[in-house]
Every structure is written in structure tokens, then in C-alpha cells.
């Protein structure tokens, strides 16, 4: 997919299993919103092929739409509508709706039902919109940042939702920023960047490696020249250091008291003073990482 000349989706090959929640994790601009619209079939693939429960979502649109659900990223309802208006209007184009009034008690729409769209908060907004594309009893729901400006206990609820989607047989694909979110969720991962597939697998796939352990290394002056090549050569083959900015390092290995010395040892020899060592379990945001040498999150 590309918008002019700017390639926005890239050869992108993934494949969704049935029942399961996937997660389309990228940085912004990653393609994940263009990804996520060609399958829903607002945009036609100006090459590829895409198939969603077999059918083409442009040319099968019409058998397709009743067993989707879709819950776009912002905007989705008419300005001027009540919240429950909207969610009882979508309600009534299914065939077999789920309870309208459980919904809107399990997102806590009530508090807000006779609010117009336009005047809810975003993170009612957000939760209006997850209702909406989950009433229909959709085979395959696909939701794009879900859980974006929502606060904790909404999130929660609708991690528990889509949970319960799942164990109703439901397929959900999700794009999602929040490291956290994917890791919760998601059977599996893709992640994407530059419209490009760079890895996938089930979280722990991704963050398994070693001891699935980092070390985040900062110290209050800049690095000299080659300090990850030297700092690699000083802790051994166990592991991979990669620079994350001019005073900081990721170590990815075993976080051992032995790798702990060497790194405080290596920090005298080159004459720098760590400000902060932090001992972590390997992320996603460091799979990431490690894939792009950039941060997921700006
Ligand atoms: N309608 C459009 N016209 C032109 N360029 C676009 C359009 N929509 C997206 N793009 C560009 O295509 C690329 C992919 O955008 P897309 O929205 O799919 O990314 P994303 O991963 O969903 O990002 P975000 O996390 O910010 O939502 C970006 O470089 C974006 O600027």
C-alpha cells in the first residue's frame, strides 16, 4: 500500500489463526492503521493479496461486513448522536446482537449514555467505540489502539473483554504502542516496521533469549567511540550490547553478579561513572530494539 510515494505497507506476509488475539505492534507510522484498513476493506491493496474468513474484503464486501466487527482509531460515530443511540442504532443492523445494556454496563457507558459524541471524553469515545464494534457478534474483530487515552480500570475491562471474545471462539486483531498490552494479550505478535514484517512470535518467543534478562546501563557522561564493541568483548559471547543514546547501553545476557561486576569494572577502565544500572527481564520494547537499534516509543 502507498499513498503517493510514500510506501506505506511494504510486502507485509502474516497470517491470523482462528480464536486467537493478535497484536500488530509498531512505532508510529509503522503501518499498522493502513495494515489494519486494507483488511477491513477500506482500502484496496495496490498489489498483494488479502483474505479475511476466505473472502476478499472488496470484492466479497457485502458477505464479509456482518461478520466483522472494526473499531477505528478516533471517529466512528456522528457528532451529534447520544452515546446509546449510537450503540442501540449499530445494534439493530446485526442479525444477533449481544445485549446492548450488559455492554454499556461492562465499559461504563451508562454514566455517559445521553452524552452526544462529540462532547464524550476520549477515553469514553474509545469505549463507545469498542462496544460498537463488538455488539454484532463479530467472527473477527479487528481494533486499532484500543486502549489509547483510556484510563487504567478502562483498560483492564477491555482487556478482559477481549479475553473473553477470544474464549467465546472470536478472532482479534489489535494494534497496539503499548508494549504491555501486546505482552497481556496477545497469543501472538507481529512486529512491524517501515510497513515491513522484522519479527513474530508468541511474546515469550520474542522476549525468550538467555536468561530473558537485560541490564540498562546510563552514566553521566557520553560514551567514548566503540564503547558497546568494547563492553561486549569485556562481558563475553553470552551477550549483545547495543547502544541506546550517547549515555546509555542495553545488555542483553545473563544478569549475573559476575556480568554486574564486569560492567562496573568496564565502567572504572573506561573512565565513566554509571549514574543508573537497572535489571530488567527482556521486553518486547527490547526485541524491538535490538531489531531497529531505535525505541519503540518516541
Ligand atoms: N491518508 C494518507 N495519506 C498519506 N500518507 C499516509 C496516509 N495515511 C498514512 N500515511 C502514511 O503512511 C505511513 C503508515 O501510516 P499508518 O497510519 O498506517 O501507520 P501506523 O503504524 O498506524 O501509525 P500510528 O501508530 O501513528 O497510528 C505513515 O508514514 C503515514 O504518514
Known amino acids: ?153 478502562a483498560r483492564r475491562t477491555t482487556w478482559e473483554l477481549l479475553r473473553e471474545m477470544r474464549a467465546d471462539g472470536v478472532t482479534v486483531v489489535l494494534t497496539t504502542h503499548y508494549l504491555e498490552e501486546a505482552e497481556q494479550l496477545a497469543d501472538r505478535v507481529h512486529i512491524i516496521d517501515h510497513g515491513r514484517l522484522i519479527a513474530s512470535g508468541s511474546p515469550l518467543e520474542l522476549t525468550r533469549g538467555g536468561t530473558a534478562a537485560t541490564i540498562r546501563l546510563v552514566v553521566t557522561r557520553p560514551f567514548p567511540p566503540g564503547a558497546p564493541d568494547s563492553l561486549r568483548i569485556a562481558l563475553g559471547d553470552a551477550t549483545e550490547v547495543t547502544q541506546l543514546d550517547e549515555r546509555s547501553l542495553l545488555v542483553i545476557g545473563p544478569a549475573d553478579s559476575t556480568t554486574l561486576a564486569r560492567v562496573s569494572h568496564w565502567c572504572e577502565e573506561q573512565g565513566v561513572l554509571p549514574e543508573s544500572l537497572t535489571l530488567g527481564r527482556r521486553s518486547l520494547e527490547d526485541v524491538f530494539l535490538e531489531l531497529t537499534g531505535r525505541e519503540l516509543q518516541p
Open 1 to 153: 500500500m502507498s499513498y503517493g510515494d510514500k510506501t506505506a505497507v511494504d510486502g507485509l506476509s502474516l497470517a491470523v489463526d482462528r480464536g486467537s488475539i493478535t497484536a500488530v505492534l509498531g512505532p508510529n507510522g509503522a503501518g499498522k492503521t493502513t495494515t489494519l484498513e486494507t483488511c477491513e476493506g477500506y482500502r484496496r491493496p495496490h498489489s498483494g493479496r488479502v483474505r479475511v474468513l476466505g473472502l476478499d474484503p472488496i470484492a466479497d464486501r457485502r458477505r464479509l461486513l456482518p461478520r466483522i466487527g472494526v473499531m477505528l482509531q478516533g471517529q466512528g460515530a456522528w457528532s451529534g448522536v447520544r452515546a446509546m443511540e449510537m450503540l442501540r442504532h449499530i445494534a439493530r443492523l446485526h442479525a444477533h446482537p449481544l445485549d446492548v445494556d450488559m455492554l454499556s454496563d461492562r465499559l461504563g457507558l451508562d454514566e455517559c449514555g445521553r452524552t452526544p459524541y462529540r462532547r464524550l471524553s476520549g477515553g469514553q469515545q474509545q469505549r463507545l467505540g469498542l462496544a460498537m464494534a463488538l455488539v454484532g457478534r463479530p467472527e473477527i474483530v479487528f481494533v486499532d489502539e484500543p486502549t489509547a487515552g483510556m484510563d487504567p480500570a
